[in-house]
């Protein structure tokens, strides 16, 4: 595979996304299908993202989830994240599903947790013994930003001082999850289901 330009990164021009079930439940695994060269923004700003859904059924649809730029000249400790999300509706062989998509990107500094939402069906009973299926809202939360320490930059432009030639590779510092919630609600084959939120992020070597 070619690599790209100095000023330019690799990236997906299209996914199509395959849906498996674990033990833990169903899953949503992205296969990259293609990928080009596009030029590295200088801003931090949200960019297409297409994702293809129940690929080659008659429910096929295409959605623009939306992703954030990987943005050139960032500050050092910040990273362009989402920060505003909003939900696409795809027609599926039984119901329908909501997909989570991105609306607005922002510079952030440090780890941090923003919003994710998952739907799932839940049974709730009704007074008479009626039983009754309903979509449930859930906050599971993601971990986002940078864990970066010190100044990574190890030659500097002569002319612009604020243009870094050389970065020094990128530690191992991961930010992940430090507390939880749990919900737990009567799926829609009548099972009790757990489904973990985030509650706060950490930074972790």
């Known amino acids: 595979m070619p690599s790209c330009g100095v000023n330019q990164i690799c990236g997906p021009t299209g996914m199509r996304v395959n849906r498996v079930l674990l033990f833990e439940g169903p899953r949503e695994v992205d296969i990259i299908e293609d990928c080009e060269c596009d030029i590295r923004l200088t801003q931090c700003v949200r960019v297409p993202a297409l994702r293809t ?25 910040f990273s362009c994240v989402p920060t505003k999300f ?37 049974i709730i009973d009704l007074e008479g013994g009626i039983k009754q299926e309903r979509l449930k809202e859930i906050d599971v939360g993601r ?42 609600f009567l ?14 992020c950490m930074c972790q070597t």
């Open 53 to 77: 859904y129940f690929h080659e059924t008659p429910y096929e649809t295409v959605i623009d989830v939306g992703g954030c730029s990987s943005s050139k000249g960032s500050p050092e400790g």
């Open 86 to 122: 909003d939900s696409a509706i795809v027609e599926t062989p039984n119901k329908v599903d909501l997909i989570q998509t991105v609306v607005t990107c922002e510079l952030k500094n440090s780890c941090y947790k923003v919003p994710y939402v998952e739907y799932h069906y839940e």
């Open 143 to 184: 971990c986002l930003g940078g864990c970066t320490t010190g100044n990574r930059c190890l030659l500097r432009s002569l002319s612009d001082q604020q243009v870094c030639l050389l970065w020094a590779e990128r530690p191992f510092n991961a930010c992940v999850p430090q507390g939880f919630e749990s919900h737990m």
């Open 187 to 200: 799926d829609q084959h009548e099972q009790i289901r757990t489904v973990l939120s985030i509650t706060s």
